[in-house]
Protein backbone atom coordinates (compact mmCIF):
# COMPACT_ATOMS: atom_id res chain seq x y z
CA UNK A 1 0.00 0.00 0.00
CA UNK A 2 1.73 2.91 -1.08
CA UNK A 3 1.70 6.60 0.63
CA UNK A 4 0.04 9.33 -0.46
CA UNK A 5 2.01 11.55 -3.36
CA UNK A 6 1.08 14.58 -1.07
CA UNK A 7 3.27 12.43 1.92
CA UNK A 8 5.89 11.58 -0.61
CA UNK A 9 6.27 14.83 -1.75
CA UNK A 10 6.97 15.85 2.28
CA UNK A 11 10.11 13.18 2.48
CA UNK A 12 11.15 14.56 -0.63
CA UNK A 13 11.37 18.32 -0.01
CA UNK A 14 13.01 17.27 3.56
CA UNK A 15 15.06 15.04 1.91
CA UNK A 16 16.64 17.33 -0.16
CA UNK A 17 17.39 19.71 2.51
CA UNK A 18 14.04 21.97 2.81
CA UNK A 19 13.79 21.78 6.41
CA UNK A 20 10.93 23.73 8.14
CA UNK A 21 12.69 26.61 10.76
CA UNK A 22 12.53 25.70 14.74
CA UNK A 23 9.74 27.44 16.17
CA UNK A 24 10.21 30.76 17.77
CA UNK A 25 8.05 29.21 21.02
CA UNK A 26 9.35 26.00 21.45
CA UNK A 27 5.95 24.64 23.66
CA UNK A 28 3.79 25.61 20.60
CA UNK A 29 1.71 23.41 18.34
CA UNK A 30 -0.52 23.33 15.71
CA UNK A 31 -3.86 22.76 16.42
CA UNK A 32 -5.67 20.18 14.76
CA UNK A 33 -8.02 21.81 12.45
CA UNK A 34 -11.66 22.16 13.31
CA UNK A 35 -12.66 20.28 10.04
CA UNK A 36 -10.25 17.63 10.44
CA UNK A 37 -11.84 16.55 13.92
CA UNK A 38 -14.03 13.57 14.23
CA UNK A 39 -17.24 14.22 16.51
CA UNK A 40 -16.35 12.58 19.57
CA UNK A 41 -19.95 10.87 19.65
CA UNK A 42 -19.92 7.61 17.26
CA UNK A 43 -24.19 7.01 16.49
CA UNK A 44 -25.95 5.42 14.33
CA UNK A 45 -26.60 6.83 10.77
CA UNK A 46 -30.71 6.99 9.16
CA UNK A 47 -29.89 5.00 6.21
CA UNK A 48 -32.98 2.80 5.00
CA UNK A 49 -31.65 -0.73 3.80
CA UNK A 50 -30.77 -1.05 0.33
CA UNK A 51 -33.08 -2.91 -1.92
CA UNK A 52 -30.94 -6.14 -1.74
CA UNK A 53 -30.35 -5.81 2.02
CA UNK A 54 -31.86 -8.78 3.26
CA UNK A 55 -29.72 -11.02 0.21
CA UNK A 56 -26.02 -9.90 1.03
CA UNK A 57 -24.02 -12.80 1.57
CA UNK A 58 -20.88 -14.27 1.06
CA UNK A 59 -20.50 -17.87 -0.19
CA UNK A 60 -16.56 -19.38 -0.02
CA UNK A 61 -15.72 -22.29 -1.68
CA UNK A 62 -14.44 -25.08 0.84
CA UNK A 63 -14.99 -28.23 -2.33
CA UNK A 64 -15.05 -27.82 -5.96
CA UNK A 65 -17.72 -30.58 -7.09
CA UNK A 66 -17.11 -32.43 -10.42
CA UNK A 67 -14.28 -32.42 -12.84
CA UNK A 68 -14.47 -28.87 -14.39
CA UNK A 69 -11.34 -25.75 -13.05
CA UNK A 70 -12.45 -23.98 -10.09
CA UNK A 71 -13.90 -21.43 -11.10
CA UNK A 72 -14.38 -18.70 -8.23
CA UNK A 73 -13.21 -19.00 -4.77
CA UNK A 74 -15.96 -17.08 -3.47
CA UNK A 75 -18.84 -15.02 -4.48
CA UNK A 76 -20.62 -12.05 -2.68
CA UNK A 77 -24.01 -10.41 -3.43
CA UNK A 78 -23.78 -6.70 -2.01
CA UNK A 79 -27.53 -4.83 -0.55
CA UNK A 80 -26.94 -2.76 -3.35
CA UNK A 81 -27.68 -5.39 -6.20
CA UNK A 82 -24.12 -6.19 -7.33
CA UNK A 83 -22.07 -9.23 -7.26
CA UNK A 84 -18.08 -9.72 -6.65
CA UNK A 85 -16.71 -12.90 -8.29
CA UNK A 86 -13.83 -13.85 -6.26
CA UNK A 87 -11.30 -15.95 -8.81
CA UNK A 88 -8.44 -18.67 -8.30
CA UNK A 89 -6.01 -16.14 -9.92
CA UNK A 90 -6.89 -13.60 -7.40
CA UNK A 91 -4.26 -15.62 -4.73
CA UNK A 92 -4.63 -16.81 -1.16
CA UNK A 93 -6.82 -14.55 1.22
CA UNK A 94 -4.95 -11.65 3.13
CA UNK A 95 -2.85 -11.82 5.78
CA UNK A 96 -3.19 -9.67 9.41
CA UNK A 97 -0.38 -7.15 8.98
CA UNK A 98 2.21 -6.75 11.96
CA UNK A 99 2.11 -2.87 11.46
CA UNK A 100 -0.23 -0.33 11.09
CA UNK A 101 0.05 2.32 8.26
CA UNK A 102 -1.62 5.73 7.94
CA UNK A 103 -2.66 7.44 4.43
CA UNK A 104 -3.17 11.46 4.06
CA UNK A 105 -6.14 9.50 1.95
CA UNK A 106 -7.39 6.43 1.89
CA UNK A 107 -9.52 6.52 -1.01
CA UNK A 108 -6.68 6.49 -3.79
CA UNK A 109 -5.29 4.03 -5.70
CA UNK A 110 -2.74 1.89 -3.53
CA UNK A 111 -0.71 -0.75 -5.52
CA UNK A 112 1.75 0.31 -8.20
CA UNK A 113 -0.77 -1.75 -10.92
CA UNK A 114 -4.17 -1.05 -9.85
CA UNK A 115 -6.70 -3.07 -11.33
CA UNK A 116 -7.81 -2.88 -14.83
CA UNK A 117 -11.55 -2.93 -15.54
CA UNK A 118 -12.84 -3.59 -18.93
CA UNK A 119 -16.74 -5.11 -19.76
CA UNK A 120 -16.61 -8.17 -20.54
CA UNK A 121 -20.35 -8.56 -21.70
CA UNK A 122 -23.70 -6.81 -22.79
CA UNK A 123 -25.18 -7.04 -19.65
CA UNK A 124 -22.21 -4.84 -18.06
CA UNK A 125 -20.25 -7.49 -16.15
CA UNK A 126 -17.03 -6.40 -15.62
CA UNK A 127 -13.24 -7.94 -15.53
CA UNK A 128 -11.07 -6.76 -13.02
CA UNK A 129 -7.28 -7.44 -13.30
CA UNK A 130 -7.60 -9.87 -16.10
CA UNK A 131 -10.32 -11.74 -14.70
CA UNK A 132 -8.86 -12.12 -11.06
CA UNK A 133 -12.18 -10.57 -9.96
CA UNK A 134 -15.47 -10.31 -11.69
CA UNK A 135 -18.10 -7.67 -10.87
CA UNK A 136 -22.19 -6.91 -11.74
CA UNK A 137 -25.70 -7.10 -11.63
CA UNK A 138 -27.46 -10.10 -9.61
CA UNK A 139 -31.15 -10.53 -9.69
CA UNK A 140 -32.98 -12.06 -6.98
CA UNK A 141 -35.17 -14.87 -8.98
CA UNK A 142 -36.86 -16.73 -5.70
CA UNK A 143 -36.00 -17.38 -2.45
CA UNK A 144 -32.09 -18.56 -2.27
CA UNK A 145 -31.76 -18.04 -6.08
CA UNK A 146 -29.99 -15.97 -7.90
CA UNK A 147 -28.82 -15.02 -12.14
CA UNK A 148 -26.33 -12.82 -12.25
CA UNK A 149 -25.11 -10.68 -15.09
CA UNK A 150 -21.97 -13.05 -16.65
CA UNK A 151 -24.53 -15.27 -17.27
CA UNK A 152 -24.48 -17.65 -14.33
CA UNK A 153 -26.78 -18.82 -11.36
CA UNK A 154 -26.35 -19.86 -8.11
CA UNK A 155 -28.68 -21.86 -5.95
CA UNK A 156 -27.99 -21.83 -2.32
CA UNK A 157 -29.69 -25.12 -0.40
CA UNK A 158 -30.19 -23.41 2.99
CA UNK A 159 -30.17 -19.95 2.81
CA UNK A 160 -31.03 -20.23 6.27
CA UNK A 161 -27.79 -21.51 7.69
CA UNK A 162 -24.47 -19.92 8.76
CA UNK A 163 -21.38 -22.42 9.05
CA UNK A 164 -21.22 -24.84 5.96
CA UNK A 165 -24.12 -25.40 3.07
CA UNK A 166 -23.98 -26.42 -0.47
CA UNK A 167 -24.95 -24.65 -4.02
CA UNK A 168 -25.90 -25.23 -7.32
CA UNK A 169 -23.67 -23.17 -9.43
CA UNK A 170 -24.47 -23.02 -13.23
CA UNK A 171 -21.54 -21.40 -15.07
CA UNK A 172 -21.89 -19.50 -18.46
CA UNK A 173 -21.76 -23.22 -20.12
CA UNK A 174 -25.01 -24.40 -18.42
CA UNK A 175 -23.01 -27.13 -16.68
CA UNK A 176 -24.57 -27.51 -13.30
CA UNK A 177 -21.68 -28.24 -10.45
CA UNK A 178 -22.52 -28.80 -6.89
CA UNK A 179 -20.29 -26.72 -4.70
CA UNK A 180 -19.51 -27.03 -1.08
CA UNK A 181 -19.25 -23.95 0.47
CA UNK A 182 -18.78 -21.29 3.82
CA UNK A 183 -22.05 -19.11 4.28
CA UNK A 184 -21.41 -15.79 6.19
CA UNK A 185 -24.25 -13.69 6.93
CA UNK A 186 -24.05 -13.31 10.42
CA UNK A 187 -23.76 -9.82 10.76
CA UNK A 188 -27.31 -9.01 9.68
CA UNK A 189 -28.46 -8.58 13.68
CA UNK A 190 -26.27 -6.08 13.94
CA UNK A 191 -27.23 -2.41 12.80
CA UNK A 192 -24.42 -0.38 12.35
CA UNK A 193 -22.88 -2.85 9.83
CA UNK A 194 -26.58 -2.50 7.93
CA UNK A 195 -25.70 1.35 8.29
CA UNK A 196 -21.78 1.23 6.32
CA UNK A 197 -22.45 -1.42 4.35
CA UNK A 198 -23.92 0.11 0.80
CA UNK A 199 -23.03 2.29 -2.07
CA UNK A 200 -21.41 5.67 -0.62
CA UNK A 201 -21.26 8.58 -3.39
CA UNK A 202 -18.13 10.88 -2.46
CA UNK A 203 -19.61 14.42 -1.95
CA UNK A 204 -15.99 16.14 -1.31
CA UNK A 205 -12.19 14.79 -0.13
CA UNK A 206 -10.13 17.49 2.38
CA UNK A 207 -6.88 17.69 3.55
CA UNK A 208 -4.77 19.61 5.76
CA UNK A 209 -0.91 19.48 5.95
CA UNK A 210 0.89 20.64 8.94
CA UNK A 211 4.18 20.13 10.66
CA UNK A 212 4.30 20.44 14.56
CA UNK A 213 4.20 24.35 14.60
CA UNK A 214 3.48 25.63 11.35
CA UNK A 215 0.82 24.94 8.65
CA UNK A 216 1.61 24.22 5.24
CA UNK A 217 -1.65 23.86 2.93
CA UNK A 218 -5.36 22.39 2.78
CA UNK A 219 -6.80 20.82 -0.57
CA UNK A 220 -10.16 20.12 -1.11
CA UNK A 221 -11.97 18.30 -3.96
CA UNK A 222 -15.61 17.30 -5.63
CA UNK A 223 -17.27 16.63 -8.38
CA UNK A 224 -19.38 18.84 -10.27
CA UNK A 225 -21.53 18.33 -13.13
CA UNK A 226 -18.92 15.21 -13.65
CA UNK A 227 -16.13 16.97 -13.58
CA UNK A 228 -13.65 17.07 -10.19
CA UNK A 229 -13.27 20.51 -9.12
CA UNK A 230 -11.01 21.89 -6.45
CA UNK A 231 -9.72 24.36 -4.25
CA UNK A 232 -5.84 24.68 -3.15
CA UNK A 233 -4.52 26.93 -0.40
CA UNK A 234 -0.80 26.89 0.59
CA UNK A 235 0.65 29.23 3.33
CA UNK A 236 3.50 31.21 2.77
CA UNK A 237 5.20 29.10 5.35
CA UNK A 238 4.30 26.16 2.84
CA UNK A 239 5.42 28.41 -0.14
CA UNK A 240 8.62 28.98 1.62
CA UNK A 241 9.06 25.22 2.13
CA UNK A 242 8.63 24.71 -2.17
CA UNK A 243 5.36 23.57 -2.02
CA UNK A 244 2.46 24.80 -5.14
CA UNK A 245 -0.89 23.90 -6.21
CA UNK A 246 0.47 20.85 -8.03
CA UNK A 247 2.71 19.62 -5.12
CA UNK A 248 -0.59 19.18 -3.04
CA UNK A 249 -3.73 18.49 -4.60
CA UNK A 250 -4.56 15.08 -5.69
CA UNK A 251 -4.23 13.86 -9.02
CA UNK A 252 -7.70 13.99 -10.58
CA UNK A 253 -8.05 10.71 -11.84
CA UNK A 254 -7.49 9.39 -7.84
CA UNK A 255 -10.93 10.77 -7.27
CA UNK A 256 -13.05 8.02 -5.64
CA UNK A 257 -16.79 8.57 -7.41
CA UNK A 258 -18.17 5.72 -5.58
CA UNK A 259 -17.44 3.24 -2.44
CA UNK A 260 -19.43 0.30 -1.82
CA UNK A 261 -19.22 -1.81 1.56
CA UNK A 262 -20.05 -5.39 1.78
CA UNK A 263 -21.10 -6.59 5.15
CA UNK A 264 -19.02 -9.29 4.92
CA UNK A 265 -15.78 -7.34 5.26
CA UNK A 266 -15.11 -6.16 1.35
CA UNK A 267 -15.05 -2.70 -0.15
CA UNK A 268 -14.87 -1.18 -3.20
CA UNK A 269 -13.81 1.63 -4.62
CA UNK A 270 -14.62 2.83 -8.17
CA UNK A 271 -12.22 5.90 -9.42
CA UNK A 272 -12.59 8.94 -11.98
CA UNK A 273 -10.69 7.48 -14.78
CA UNK A 274 -12.43 3.99 -14.17
CA UNK A 275 -9.79 2.01 -12.51
CA UNK A 276 -11.26 -0.11 -8.92
CA UNK A 277 -9.70 -0.61 -5.63
CA UNK A 278 -10.95 -4.37 -3.93
CA UNK A 279 -9.91 -3.90 -0.43
CA UNK A 280 -11.37 -5.22 3.23
CA UNK A 281 -12.31 -4.23 6.29
CA UNK A 282 -13.32 -5.01 9.61
CA UNK A 283 -14.27 -2.93 12.81
CA UNK A 284 -11.21 -2.55 15.34
CA UNK A 285 -13.06 -0.89 17.97
CA UNK A 286 -17.14 -0.99 17.24
CA UNK A 287 -18.08 1.37 20.09
CA UNK A 288 -15.67 4.25 18.72
CA UNK A 289 -16.47 3.79 15.10
CA UNK A 290 -12.67 2.96 14.61
CA UNK A 291 -12.36 0.68 11.36
CA UNK A 292 -9.83 -1.43 10.09
CA UNK A 293 -8.81 -1.11 6.33
CA UNK A 294 -6.01 -3.70 4.34
CA UNK A 295 -5.64 -4.88 0.82
CA UNK A 296 -5.72 -8.16 -0.45
CA UNK A 297 -2.60 -10.47 -1.36
CA UNK A 298 -0.82 -8.17 -4.33
CA UNK A 299 -1.43 -11.16 -7.06
CA UNK A 300 1.58 -9.36 -9.25
CA UNK A 301 3.80 -10.45 -6.00
CA UNK A 302 5.69 -13.61 -6.16
CA UNK A 303 7.54 -13.06 -3.22
CA UNK A 304 5.98 -13.86 -0.33
CA UNK A 305 8.78 -12.67 1.95
CA UNK A 306 8.87 -9.42 1.73
CA UNK A 307 4.78 -9.14 1.07
CA UNK A 308 3.97 -7.76 4.61
CA UNK A 309 0.13 -7.00 4.00
CA UNK A 310 -0.30 -3.41 5.58
CA UNK A 311 -4.18 -1.78 7.19
CA UNK A 312 -5.21 1.73 8.25
CA UNK A 313 -7.32 2.77 11.25
CA UNK A 314 -9.51 5.51 10.44
CA UNK A 315 -12.17 6.57 12.27
CA UNK A 316 -16.29 6.58 10.84
CA UNK A 317 -18.79 8.63 11.00
CA UNK A 318 -22.54 8.84 10.49
CA UNK A 319 -24.81 12.06 10.31
CA UNK A 320 -28.33 11.09 8.88
CA UNK A 321 -27.36 9.84 5.61
CA UNK A 322 -23.82 10.88 5.49
CA UNK A 323 -20.77 8.98 6.13
CA UNK A 324 -17.58 11.16 6.92
CA UNK A 325 -14.20 8.86 7.24
CA UNK A 326 -11.64 10.72 9.11
CA UNK A 327 -7.97 9.46 8.83
CA UNK A 328 -4.41 11.06 8.78
CA UNK A 329 -0.61 9.97 8.83
CA UNK A 330 1.85 11.02 10.67
CA UNK A 331 6.00 10.85 10.00
CA UNK A 332 8.93 11.96 11.31
CA UNK A 333 12.27 12.94 8.89
CA UNK A 334 15.17 15.07 9.89
CA UNK A 335 13.45 16.21 12.89
CA UNK A 336 10.74 17.52 11.22
CA UNK A 337 7.38 15.98 11.95
CA UNK A 338 5.14 16.28 9.16
CA UNK A 339 0.98 15.07 9.82
CA UNK A 340 -1.48 14.85 6.95
CA UNK A 341 -5.63 15.11 7.84
CA UNK A 342 -7.68 13.80 5.79
CA UNK A 343 -12.01 14.01 5.58
CA UNK A 344 -13.89 11.89 3.20
CA UNK A 345 -17.65 12.98 2.92
CA UNK A 346 -20.21 10.59 1.41
CA UNK A 347 -23.87 10.16 0.62
CA UNK A 348 -25.76 7.23 0.74
CA UNK A 349 -26.79 6.84 -2.77
CA UNK A 350 -25.90 4.23 -5.68
Not at 33 to 50: I, N, S
Not at 134 to 146: A, H, M, P, S
Not at 176 to 191: L, Q, R
Not at 274 to 297: A, H, I, S, Y
Request: hydrophobic share 35%; aromatic share 12%.
Amino acid sequence: MTRSIIYSFLVALVSFGFIACDSDDNGKQTKVPEGAKPPTEFKLGDCEDEANAKDAIKLVVNNWGGQSDQEFASIELFADGHFLITTPKAGKLPKRAANATRSANIFKRHGDAPLKTRATDINGSIDLENGAYIYGTFTRVKEGVYSLSNNTMIEIKDKHVSGSTTIIYTNRYGVKIVVAVTVDFDYKPKPVVRQLCRSWRMDSSELWFTTEDTYIAYAKQWLKLGRVMQEVTITPEGRAMGFDEDDVAEDKDDYCLRLVFSPCGTYLCFYKDGEVEVGFWEWKDLQNGVMRLWEPFDIDDDDDDDDVDEYMDVTVRFDGKKMRIYHDFMDEENDVMFRAYGVSTFSARY
